[in-house]
């Protein structure tokens, strides 16, 4: 029979009289996966001091050993650990900052990444924003976790490397992240506009929704947003080139009050000046 015991702390056992025929004890000269995943952590932490570890990254580290510990050559097992560490430095590399507490609130911060994922929500479904401005339910809820874990907590393992796949081949790296992350939340539209603060907080948390699906939405989210993105950036050009115009005509001679008086006060100044002059040979 299975016991079951808690502690204090909520931490769960299972023990049971019986041994498991089909799973063995390990000898000394093996080690477990995540004692290579621990190493390779803590060689980092040490390495970089600055960022140290942080938790999550093994969520980050997981993944990456998983691919290399089940190569099917055996050369590339034999390496899992050396490479993963440099995939996973390399990775870090990219989005460390978001594990810097004191660039939370900079351009490369974590704040600013969430910011991001609601202004790309706003241009795209802004009935939606408006939704959740409504319910308080801010992105720290829910994508500080998507975005600083890459969504390894949302996915099964193979659906994260495909995802992964999909997100180290953007051209500007972790970009479609944010709006992975929208597509995220828009598969959801229908129950977060009921405006239930509990259930629109379950679905957010609690993605279930297929990845093929999820990374269809994103793509299309992602071309809407860069064609209003560049609508924009036409009319202000438009408008630039508008006001300059305008300025340009202010200060043309021909259209200033200035410039139709101009000739005017040129030939009165030539006047009073042979005025001055005939008066001058009179006396």
Known sequence: ????????????????????????????????HWEVIERI?????????????????????????????????????????????????????????????????????ILNSLSRVMKVLSET?????????????????????WLSLLFTQEFHLPDIQRLWDTLFSDEKRFRHCLFVAVAMITMNRAKILEENFNETMRVLQSYDKPLDQTLARADEISQMYQ??????????????????????AASSPGDSWLGNNL??????????????????NTT
Do not use: W
Not at 20 to 25: G, I, K, L, P, R
Not at 126 to 143: C, D, R, T
């Open 125 to 145: 479904d802004f009935e939606l924003y408006i939704s959740m401005g409504k319910q308080a339910i801010h992105p720290q809820f829910f994508a500080f976790r």
């Open 263 to 280: 000739k005017r006060l040129q030939t009165y100044a030539q006047n009073s000046k042979l005025g001055q002059s005939m008066n001058g």
């Open 227 to 248: 064609q209003k993105k560049k609508k924009h950036k036409e009319r202000n050009g438009l408008s630039r080139q508008d006001s300059t115009s305008r300025s340009r």
């Open 41 to 109: 952590l803590f060689v980092y932490a040490k390495l970089n001091p600055g960022t140290g570890y942080v938790q999550g990254m093994n969520e980050l580290a997981g993944p990456i050993y998983h691919v290399f510990a089940n190569s099917p050559t055996e050369d590339s097992r034999r390496h899992a650990e050396a490479d993963s560490f440099f995939c996973f430095v390399n990775v870090m590399a990219e989005i460390r900052d978001i594990y810097t507490k004191s660039l939370d609130n900079s351009s490369h911060g």
């Open 1 to 32: 029979s299975l016991s079951v015991s808690y502690n204090r702390f909520g931490i769960t056992t299972y023990s049971s009289p019986q041994q498991v025929a089909e799973f063995s004890t390990l000898g000394d000269e093996h080690e477990t």
